[in-house]
């Protein structure tokens, strides 16, 4: 069977889990599929407006590359401002142009079935095609109901005339997607609320973890307690607010990057119990995951299903977290960790407090081991597969 894949960014353009999961899905595929993934890359001459095979490493599927014409490419977009990114946008619904290039693509391969990711910055108009293949939405934000893609706690109406005229094209462009697929029931709900996919069978079939982790042992906690921060430092994460609003006796490792970077290390030159790290890959976060007492998930905006969460449960560590979008479907009060209100300092201070105090610390090590020991990459794969082909 021919499919192909086609989502903004693969590596080593990616940024985020959506690419961790297209590479899982290429990976798996491939031992039995003819697999193709299209996806973008910078601007680099008049070349790169067409497709080219990356021929830079050898994998079992083809991974097809393309500047889509527009302003600038999607990594890009925090060097302009609002005016051009509003362009942008414009532009990416419409873009004209990755529409006949992938277009003419997908007459050349004759894919069996065709699994859209995350489009944003490749071009909506692709949705089109949907009416023409056996088309498959994986989704992984709020992107097509919202241009941003980000969606603020406590600004769930701001630009609502905007975002309902966005809802309505997307709405029309992506009308024959046959099956949508979530990782959580927040964002299925979401997108029904909004109208969009309401033709398409929906599924929620939760993002895998990938390995083990590194669980074994009991442990205690640390006086001060330590907390981690793993993730892009912006500012629709909640870092800042929540580095402010911690109290006292607590340490904070931050792992990541991102624009706001700089402004926190500015922000806290000499403090001792803020430690920045920089953006590190998955072996060298291990250690890190194993000396926290929690994984701390701020964010100001509405989260899916974090991947970072998955990774912290498959080494034992519990999340003092958020309490909207997806986060308190993996976050279970008083079994997997704790749960505040965002931008409500009091509710974080007694999150916080809670899990400084909670006696049977080994239990909740052991309930956040074994919530995602189910959730292994071949049965992520095995599942999706089904679904696509019934």
Not at 6 to 14: H, R, W
Not at 224 to 240: R, S, Y
Request: charged fraction near 20%.
């Amino acid at each position: 069977m021919k499919i192909v894949i086609i989502n903004n960014l693969f590596k080593p353009y990616n940024i985020g889990g959506a690419e961790k999961i297209v590479e899982l899905q290429a990976t798996a595929w491939s031992s039995a599929h003819d697999v193709t993934i299209i996806t973008t890359s910078p601007f680099k001459g008049i070349s790169s407006l067409k497709l080219s095979a990356d021929e830079t490493e050898t994998y079992a599927y083809k991974i097809l590359r393309f500047f889509p014409l527009n302003l600038y490419h999607y990594l890009d977009g925090h060097d302009f401002f609002w005016f051009a990114r509003l362009i942008w946008n414009f532009f990416d619904v419409f873009n004209l142009h990755s529409y006949l290039v992938i277009r003419q693509k997908l007459a050349e391969i004759k894919p069996d079935m065709v699994v859209f990711h995350n489009l944003k910055g490749i071009g909506y108009l692709l949705g089109l095609l949907s009416r023409k293949y056996r088309c498959v939405m994986i989704l992984h934000d709020v992107q097509y109901a919202i241009p941003s893609g980000l969606l603020l706690k406590s600004e769930e109406t701001k630009n609502s005339e905007l975002n309902g005229l966005y809802c309505d094209i997307n709405r029309h462009l992506f009308s024959g997607v046959q099956k949508v697929i979530a990782p959580s029931q927040w964002l299925l709900n979401f997108y029904r609320d909004k109208g969009l996919f309401s033709l398409a069978k929906t599924y929620k079939v939760p993002n895998p973890i990938t390995g083990h982790g590194s669980f074994s042992g009991s442990r205690t906690l640390h006086q001060p307690l330590k907390l981690l921060f793993v993730g892009q430092i912006e500012d629709h994460k909640g870092l800042d607010w929540a580095s402010n609003n911690l109290g006292s006796e607590i340490e904070l490792d931050i792992v990541g990057s991102g624009s706001q970077l700089q402004n926190l290390r500015d922000k806290y030159p000499s403090k001792p119990s803020i430690r920045f790290h920089g953006r590190l890959d998955n072996p060298n976060l291990t250690q890190f995951y194993q000396q926290a007492d929690y994984l701390l998930v701020p964010s100001r905006c509405y989260e899916n299903y974090p991947t970072v969460i998955l990774e912290a449960f498959a080494h034992g560590l519990p999340v003092i977290g958020v309490s909207h979008g997806g986060v308190p479907e993996l976050v279970e009060e008083e079994k997997t960790g704790f749960l505040f209100e965002s931008g409500v300092g009091d509710s974080l201070v007694k999150a916080v407090q809670k899990a400084r105090s909670w006696a049977d610390y080994e239990s909740l090590r052991t309930a956040c081991h074994q919530r995602v020991q189910p959730q292994s990459a071949e049965n992520y794969e095995k599942t999706l597969l089904r679904i696509a082909l019934e």
